[in-house]
Nanobody
Framework: QVRLVESGGRLVQTGDSLRLSCAAS????????LAWFRQAPGKEREFVAQ????????TYADSVKGRFAASRDNNKNTMYLQMYDLKPEDTAVYYC????????????????????WGQGTQVTVSS
């Protein structure tokens, strides 16, 4: 069973950049489709970004498209989320997730298909 641990979250200013990491242990990330979700206080968990296991194709939520970039380094067993031009509405706990099933397309934007989750890392963007 793979274990995921996020890191890199902190307090930043509007317009700043930040990179989150998701390190895996107990399993090989290369066999998983990976994603980032976030949850703000009082709101449901929402999809942020996804990166496929086959060819590292990425998909983004409209709210972060053009500002966030997901990547994976299978040699380091780590996934990243590079965030640029951060806004107060990006404030949330960010979670990484891994899916082993044979899903594709829009299904990979749903938290339902993900089998493993990290504990989350807090990102706070002040105005």
């Amino acid at each position: 069973q793979v274990r995921l641990v996020e890191s890199g979250g902190r307090l930043v200013q509007t317009g700043d950049s930040l990179r989150l990491s998701c390190a895996a242990s107990g399993g090989t990330l290369s066999v998983y489709n990976l994603a980032w979700f976030r949850q703000a206080p009082g709101k449901e968990r929402e999809f942020v970004a996804q990166i496929t296991r086959s060819d590292s194709t990425t998909t983004y939520a409209d709210s972060v498209k053009g500002r966030f970039a997901a990547s994976r380094d299978n040699n380091k067993n780590t996934m990243y989320l590079q965030m640029y031009d951060l806004k107060p509405e990006d404030t949330a706990v960010y979670y990484c997730a891994a899916a082993l099933g044979l899903y594709g397309g829009r299904a990979l934007t749903s938290h339902i298909v993900y089998d493993y989750w990290g504990q989350g890392t807090q990102v706070t963007v002040s105005s």
